[in-house]
């Protein structure tokens, strides 16, 4: 170890400044460094090759010197491992060496001829150039994994790696070309001729990857990665001559799209600017005199070495504060010491809407078909400017009154989750807050309940998500109202005349109007005839195109597609309606491949955008939602109050007619109650009556038995000592008596059964009688 103490940074006005120097007070110039991840450390080379390492954790950076490493050509932390710092020597080689460790343990990366210049990452890859070399490594293994291609006739001024795994390498006569790592045997050009900028001094990208920046002679363009198209262009004051070193300054919540800049100008200058607003940011501290500057990861420190040699480490907030981002610069605070969750919300909002716009979508949509599942909702309100009007929605359920002829809407989709039907529910209960009209349109649930389901999780933005479908791609639905919109009907008529004229033909030769292969597919906006994933797709595709029209072409589309389906089910009306309601085998992509082609040969006399409205209407982001009611015909508006007073009188009467049954109910209750009463005692009695008409029969029979058993007692005695035939002759006609008397008893129980029984059966028979009754 050269000095294993730890010793405080010097405090020279807003920044600690550390001028390294030897035991003979001999000073060292510090020509590299580098943060760690987490902002904690930096360290930094200085020319004789000493590394020294600065925490900054205390209140106070410290400070101590590890030792002699070589004189670097470049110096970073390994973002793989944060224990150990890859070093550039001039060499060639790159060295490996962990902290916490003897200086003279370190390994080697071998490859580079020339000393190594610059470092960039991605993932477990890691970039290096020389003048003539680009070598990707593997920070796994440590093994060479690529070694570039490059043009040697031409210097290599730099090459980087972006965060999505862009390689450019900038060569001295200002060509540039760029590669992606899945796609190295592929290379293309980037012509920085088109974008009127020379001698290019140094170029990075933003943390998100998608924009990559130049600086160069008299301006800084900012170029798209997708297609390296140019983007904007800020030309710099006419006192800055060029920029030489360019690194992005990450603010709070801007997602890795870096809107501030700092640039190194010809007068060695630490300038900031706005990419977005293209405006200079105004500082309230003068930083000149600088060789080399660097900006932590997050934003929050800049330390940069002067040409004394000497390291200066500032917090960016003292450099870039609130009075430096006024209004009249078109920017908002770089760091919020006290603010609110709106504040956070806002700000997201506000670079999601910079970020989401529909050059960088429709590139995703091309390439991958569909839009991410974790996105979509996000994606689908940014498109459509979806203000989620907080203030409007509450106004309107706080206006619900859950009628119960509101309700007879859902009869249409019933549902067995309970919880999505409650949020169906209480979604048509604010449309008919919105718009009472909705009440006689039947079709509503079926029509809004897909979208319901993919926001779900937001009621408020789906909410507002189907006032826009219903104010966009529902265009001129209600002129006819109740009845199905014959002008729409009729334009997609026009289309399939001209589109395929044969099959109208058909449709037309066996009594199949627009009403059967049109109207079922527009009020499910084809939700019923796609599964749900094609449907999202789909969608994707009309949102994004942002034309109300190709609805009504993709119906077309539908109808053509499966022109062979259907000419196969004409014979039968049932199964044609069946059809339209069914769910079919059809991918969006080839629907909307067709409906494409339509769009563009379609006559412009016949086309949709000659009678819809082919621009999106957004919803206010403050103050009520947009009116529905000019999309009704005149005299249902003009008679509105009177459908108001109507709606009134019936629910009047509903109400009295439920207070009338109710009452008729107990009436014919208590009067069932009293009939059934009376017949009970009266079959009470006569049960009693036949009861005590055989007990009157078993008495009698008794008494007229006991005198004859005891003069056979007697005649037993007189003849006691008769022979044995007379004695089981007089045996025998005792058990037939006993006999009679038992049979006639039986005889009586089993009537007295069979009473039970009937008198039994006909209760029943009453009471189902006045079961009925009730």
Not at 73 to 90: A, H, K, R, S, V
């Amino acid at each position: 170890m050269y000095n294993s103490g730890w010793n405080k940074l010097i405090k020279s006005n807003d920044c600690y400044k550390y001028a390294p120097t030897n035991n003979v007070k001999k000073k060292y110039c510090l020509i590299q460094m580098s943060f760690n991840h987490d902002e904690e450390y930096l360290i930094v080379g200085d020319t004789k090759g000493y590394l020294h390492y600065i925490e900054l954790l205390g209140d106070v950076p410290c400070y101590k010197i590890l030792g002699n490493i070589g004189r670097p050509t470049f110096l970073t932390f390994n973002p793989i491992c944060t224990e150990e710092i890859l070093i550039g020597l001039d060499t060639g080689d790159i060295k490996i060496w962990k902290l916490y460790t003897d200086i003279n343990e370190f390994s080697l990366l071998s490859g580079h001829k020339l000393a190594p210049t610059h470092v960039s990452f991605y993932k477990h890859h890691c970039l290096t150039s020389s003048r003539n070399e680009v070598i990707i490594w593997d920070l796994n293994s440590y093994n060479k994994v690529h070694q570039l291609n490059v043009r040697i006739k031409n210097a290599i001024k730099k090459a980087a790696f972006s965060n999505v795994g862009h390689i450019v390498v900038l060569y001295h006569n200002d060509t540039m070309q760029a590669w992606t790592l899945r796609q190295l045997h592929k290379d293309t050009k980037i012509d920085t001729k088109i974008f009127g900028i020379r001698y290019i001094k140094d170029f990075i990208f933003t943390k998100d990857g998608r924009t990559m920046i130049m600086g160069g002679t008299r301006n800084i363009s900012i170029l798209n990665t997708y297609d390296w198209s140019l983007l904007r262009k800020l030309c710099l004051p006419n006192n800055f001559i060029e920029a030489k070193q360019l690194s992005v300054v990450p603010c709070p919540l801007d997602g890795g799209a870096n809107k501030i800049l700092a640039f190194l100008s010809s007068k060695n200058m630490l300038q900031f600017c706005d990419i977005n607003a293209l405006t200079f940011l105004e500082i309230p501290i003068s930083i000149d005199r600088i060789k080399k500057f660097v900006i932590s990861p997050t934003g929050r420190y800049i330390a940069y070495i002067d040409q004394e040699g000497c390291l200066n480490i500032m917090h960016t907030d003292k450099i870039i504060s609130k009075k430096s981002l006024q209004p009249n610069k078109l920017l908002k605070p770089y760091r919020v010491h006290a603010h609110k969750i709106s504040d956070h919300l806002e700000c997201v909002r506000q670079n999601i809407k910079q970020e989401l716009n529909m050059k960088r979508l429709m590139p995703i949509l091309k390439e991958f078909g569909e839009y991410p599942e974790k996105y979509r909702t996000l994606i689908w309100s940014t498109i459509l400017k979806l203000p989620a009007n907080k203030n409007a929605y509450i106004a309107l359920t706080s206006k619900v009154t859950r009628e119960r002829f509101a309700l007879n809407i859902l009869k249409s989709l019933p549902l067995a989750d309970k919880s999505k039907a409650s949020l169906l529910a209480m979604t048509i209960d604010c449309l008919l807050q919105w718009c009472p009209l909705l009440i006689q349109c039947l079709f509503l649930p079926n029509l809004i309940f897909p979208f319901l389901m993919t926001f779900q999780k937001d009621p408020l933005l789906a909410f507002e998500l189907i006032l826009s479908i219903l104010l966009n791609y529902c265009q001129k639905w209600f002129e006819y109202h109740p009845l199905p919109p014959l002008n729409i009907l009729g334009i997609i008529e026009n289309i399939l005349l001209e589109a395929d004229p044969i099959l109208l033909n058909i449709f037309c030769e066996h009594g199949i109007t627009s009403r059967e292969y049109a109207w079922p597919l527009l009020q499910t906006a084809m939700s019923e005839v796609l599964s749900g994933d094609e449907w999202l797709i789909l969608w994707d595709h009309l949102i994004s195109f942002q034309k109300p029209s190709m609805l009504l072409i993709c119906v077309v589309a539908y109808n053509i597609f499966l022109k062979e389906n259907i000419i196969s089910l004409l014979k039968s009306s049932e199964d044609i309606k069946a059809f339209y309601n069914t769910q079919s085998h059809i991918r969006a992509k080839d629907l909307l491949k067709i409906a494409r082609k339509l769009d563009q040969k379609i006559s412009k006399r016949i086309h949709p955008n000659h009678y819809l409205r082919d621009e999106l209407l957004q919803l206010n982001h403050s103050g009520p939602y947009p009116s529905f009611i000019s999309e009704y015909p005149k005299f249902l508006i003009e008679n509105l109050a009177d459908l108001e007073k109507l709606k009134m009188q019936e629910q009047n009467l509903q109400e009295y007619n439920c207070r009338v049954a109710d009452f008729e109910k107990r009436r014919l209750y208590a009067e069932t109650e009293a009939f059934v009463k009376q017949i009970h005692e009266a079959r009470i009695n006569e049960v009693q009556k036949c009861f005590q008409e055989h007990i009157n029969n078993l008495n009698w029979k008794w008494q007229t038995l006991l005198p004859y058993t005891e003069k056979e007692k007697f005649c037993f005695h007189l003849y006691k000592n008769s022979d044995k035939k007379s004695e089981r002759k007089q045996e025998y006609n005792n058990c037939k008596i006993v006999e009679e008397i038992v049979s006639n008893e039986d005889a009586n129980s089993r009537n007295y059964k069979k009473l039970q029984q009937d008198v039994t059966k006909l209760e029943c028979e009453v009471q189902n009688f006045l079961d009925s009754l009730r």
